[in-house]
C-alpha cells in the first residue's frame, strides 16, 4: 500500500474534501492554521546536506573518473535532488515563515550552492505561476510542450527525454512564459559562480564535475526522480495531481504528499502526512469507494 503510487478521484462530488468548498471551509479548522508553521529543523538539515556534499568534494579530488561519475549518481545525485526539493519548500517560505522571506530566500540560495548552477531565484519565481495556473497551458511551466510531445512520442525517445529531464525543467520556462530576470537571480548567479571558483581553485576540477554530474544524474533517471511524473502528468483526464506515499518521502521532505501539498501550499512538507490523516478521517482516501488506485507499483 505505502510503495504504490495513487492517484485520488480528480472529480469533485458533493461533500468531496478536495472540492474548494470544503478547503475554505477546512481553513477555518484550528488544525489546519496550526499546521501552517515553520519547519524549524528545515534549515538545519540543508546546512547538513551542504556540508555533507562539500565533504564529498573533498574525497572524489583522487577518484579515477569513472568512479567519481559512480557517487555522483549513487550518492551525490540523492543529495543534490534532496536539495532541490528543500528549495521548493523554501519557495513556499518553510524555513522561517512568509514574515521573513528574505531568510527563506538566501537559504534557498545556500541550498543551491552543490547543485553547482543557479537556480533557486529563478525556480522561486516560476513556481508560484505553477500553483496559481495548474495545468493551464502556457502559464504552468511544469507541463511539457507541444513539440516535446511531439518529438518524444516513443518508448526510447521518452526515455531519452527523462534522462535529459534536468535540461527541459530548467529551459522551457525561458521559452513557455520568459519574465524580466530579477535582483534575486542575478545575486544567485553571483554567488554560485563564485562558490564554483572558490571550489576549482581549492581542490581542482573534479569536485566542480562531481557536483554538476549529481545534479543532472540525480534529477534525470535516477529512482527519485519518478515524482516529476507521478505529480503533474495526466494519466487519466481531470486527474492533475497524484500523491505518493511510499519510503523516498523521507529523504524528498515529503514531496510525494503531492495532492496535499497544492491543496495547502503554505503547510512545509514535515506536516502533509498530518493532512492526509484529516483527509482520511473525512473521507477523501476512502478506499473501498472513492478512489482510483493504481498508476505504478514500486514495490
Not at 4 to 23: I, N, T
Not at 179 to 208: C, H, I, S, Y
Not at 236 to 244: D, N
Request: hydrophobic share 45%.
Amino acid at each position: 500500500e505505502r510503495g504504490c503510487l495513487r492517484r485520488p478521484v480528480g472529480f469533485w462530488a458533493e461533500g468531496d474534501p478536495s472540492s474548494p468548498q470544503h478547503l475554505q471551509q477546512m481553513l477555518a479548522y484550528p488544525a489546519i492554521k496550526a499546521l501552517m508553521r515553520p519547519d524549524p529543523r528545515l534549515k538545519w538539515t540543508v546546512l547538513g546536506l551542504v556540508l555533507v556534499q562539500l565533504l564529498a568534494c573533498r574525497l572524489v579530488r583522487g577518484l579515477a573518473w569513472r568512479w567519481l561519475f559512480f557517487w555522483a549518481y549513487a550518492f551525490g545525485g540523492c543529495v543534490n535532488h534532496s536539495l532541490t526539493l528543500a528549495i521548493h519548500d523554501l519557495s513556499h517560505n518553510a524555513a522561517f515563515g512568509s514574515g521573513r522571506a528574505a531568510h527563506n530566500r538566501w537559504l534557498a540560495v545556500f541550498a543551491n550552492l552543490p547543485v553547482g548552477v543557479p537556480y533557486a531565484a529563478s525556480f522561486k519565481k516560476y513556481h508560484v505561476d505553477h500553483h496559481r495556473y495548474l495545468g493551464g497551458d502556457g502559464l504552468d511551466v511544469d507541463v511539457p510542450t507541444r513539440l516535446e510531445g511531439w518529438l518524444f512520442c516513443t518508448p526510447a525517445r521518452k526515455l531519452l527525454w527523462l534522462a535529459l529531464q534536468p535540461f527541459f525543467y530548467s529551459l522551457r520556462p525561458l521559452c513557455v512564459h520568459p519574465k524580466a530576470v530579477t535582483r534575486m537571480e542575478v545575486l544567485n548567479a553571483l554567488v554560485q559562480l563564485a562558490a564554483d571558483a572558490a571550489l576549482f581553485a581549492l581542490w581542482g576540477l573534479k569536485p566542480v564535475v562531481y557536483l554538476l554530474a549529481s545534479s543532472l544524474l540525480g534529477l534525470g533517471l535516477h529512482p527519485i526522480s519518478g515524482h516529476f511524473v507521478a505529480e503533474h502528468y495526466m494519466f487519466l483526464k481531470g486527474h492533475e495531481t497524484y500523491s505518493y506515499y511510499g519510503p523516498l518521502n523521507c529523504i524528498t521532505f515529503n514531496v510525494g504528499y503531492h495532492v496535499e501539498h497544492h491543496d495547502f501550499p503554505s503547510i512545509p512538507g514535515c506536516n502533509l502526512p498530518l493532512v492526509r490523516e484529516m483527509y482520511t478521517s473525512i473521507g477523501k482516501y476512502k478506499i473501498q469507494k472513492r478512489r482510483v488506485d493504481l498508476v505504478f507499483c514500486v514495490r
